[in-house]
């Protein structure tokens, strides 16, 4: 399998609600300054680096956000993709005792999801490191049927109190305006013309898909990412020669959401109709005629997750409870509404919908299950653990992971970026690295390490 970067970002939904016994409850901006108050000093912005090599930052509006370390192993992209969740957990938990000292009996709870309760959207993107020389609009035209079917197996799954609570497959998918947004505008786009590779812009480029939902599920989260991946090396391999283009991509998106059963055929530009679980099994077929030879264990195991999950959802969708998150949710849902007869969009349901997402260990629907061993895993507590404060050794991740900890332990002066480290007063010097790839920076650890 040819090495390539992966990275995620996840935008965080965040609650600070008053503490049931009384007192004060802070404003959200508020809130969120407490969550980074632990690891930002002197900053007028919350914005850091972490010493496993990954950003946390907010966003535009109160969304904090977790972008992890350069990857180039998928496996190890979900390890760092699940340690910002427990990162950001403890750091609530921090929060909530520094608001006790000054007054404030408020509790903070993070969801990773997709929307809030006025009806914004924030998003997960996923970020992939491609060769330059693939023209960005052959990309996306045969990029754009494989993420708008895709939603069939990563969707997080959503009430819509605006539709009469009706339950859909995906967060985004009503979000979604158009096949290709470009990079500064609001329109939401299945793919966004932003570019920033990080790295030789001669030799890479960055493909930023901001369609997908937020996952709770490591083996969606696994598969979502790992699927992809085979999809780009086919094309740039000039290898993906059949086209499955859509006649209306952000009609068939919300189309695809709405069909809970997985059986409504959607229009492709040839006039021919197929369902979103065909489209990938296309997919799948092209992709197993191509690597049919290829031992590499990563790409026969995800070819073997996709086809299992490719197989239930054609069956019996319901069979993949605790592996897909829609269904997972779905499920939940169902046997609550049941049980206390209530209405789809009652406010209870709309909670417990919620509570699915929320990333306490201790509280969260999701965890709750996972300790029961409900849910499917691709990655061990352990390995986890080891994420929250170590970077991936394989990528420049390492180099600035290593050094953002001696920063923090000597108390350097220094400025940390994606692709570069620059020392301020009284070294004057930056260092910039251009290939992703490459895990050290010999200048600077000559350098650095001697000081």
């Not at 369902?275 to 790409?299: K, S």
């Not at 629907?365 to 029961?372: A, C, G, L």
């Not at 991740?397 to 970026?417: D, Q, S, Y």
Request: aromatic share 10%.
């Amino acid at each position: 399998m040819k090495r390539r970067i992966f990275g995620l970002e996840n935008e965080y939904g965040i609650i600070c609600s008053a503490d049931r016994r009384g007192g004060k409850a802070l404003p959200i901006q508020n809130a969120v300054m407490y969550l980074f108050r632990e690891i930002i000093s002197g900053r007028l912005y919350p914005d850091v680096f972490l010493e496993n090599g990954a950003r946390f930052y907010q966003d535009i509006g109160c969304h904090p956000e977790y972008a992890t370390p350069e990857c180039d192993d998928v496996r190890e992209l979900v390890m760092h993709d699940r340690a910002g969740e427990r990162i950001i957990e403890s750091l609530a938990h921090s929060a909530e005792k520094k608001m006790r000292q000054d007054g404030f009996l408020g509790r903070i709870s993070v969801f990773k999801n997709n929307t809030d309760t006025p009806g914004n959207t924030y998003g997960c993107h996923e970020n992939y490191l491609m060769d330059r020389s693939i023209g960005f609009r052959q990309m996306a035209t045969q990029l754009i049927p494989f993420f708008v079917t895709r939603q069939a197996f990563c969707g997080a799954g959503k009430v819509r109190p605006s539709n009469r609570g009706k339950f859909a497959i995906s967060q985004r998918a009503q979000h979604i305006r158009e096949d290709i947004s470009i990079a500064k505008t609001t329109a939401r786009g299945i793919i966004n013309t932003r570019d920033e590779p990080h790295a030789d812009r001669e030799k890479y480029r960055r493909l930023h898909v901001i369609v997908g939902d937020s996952n709770m599920s490591e083996f969606v989260t696994y598969l979502k990412v790992g699927a992809t991946a085979l999809i780009l090396q086919m094309i740039e391999d000039n290898a993906l020669d059949r086209r499955l283009e859509l006649r209306e991509s952000v009609r068939a998106i919300m189309q695809i959401s709405d069909d809970l059963d997985c059986k409504r055929e959607i229009e492709l530009q040839s006039g021919k109709k197929m369902t979103a679980v065909a489209i990938q099994r296309e997919y799948w077929n092209l992709a197993e005629q191509y690597f049919q030879r290829e031992t590499d264990p990563f790409i026969r195991d995800v070819l073997k997750k996709w086809d299992m999950v490719l197989a239930g959802l054609e069956d019996d969708p319901e069979s993949l409870d605790g592996y897909l998150d829609w269904v997972t949710k779905r499920r939940i849902l169902e046997t609550y509404v049941e049980s206390r007869k209530l209405d789809w969009d009652s406010h209870e349901v709309l909670r417990l919908d919620l509570e699915f997402h929320n990333i306490d260990t201790s509280k969260g629907i999701f965890y709750r299950m996972e300790k029961k061993g409900l849910i499917a895993r691709v990655c061990a507590d352990d390995e986890i653990e080891h994420a929250m404060r170590h970077p991936p050794e394989t990528t420049r991740a390492k180099f600035r992971g290593r050094f953002v900890k001696l920063a923090n332990e000597r108390k350097i002066l220094c400025g940390v970026n994606w692709s570069y480290i620059q020392l301020y007063e009284p070294y004057q010097k930056l260092f910039l690295s251009t290939d992703p790839l490459q895990p050290d920076y010999d200048e600077a650890n000559r350098m650095i390490y001697s000081m």
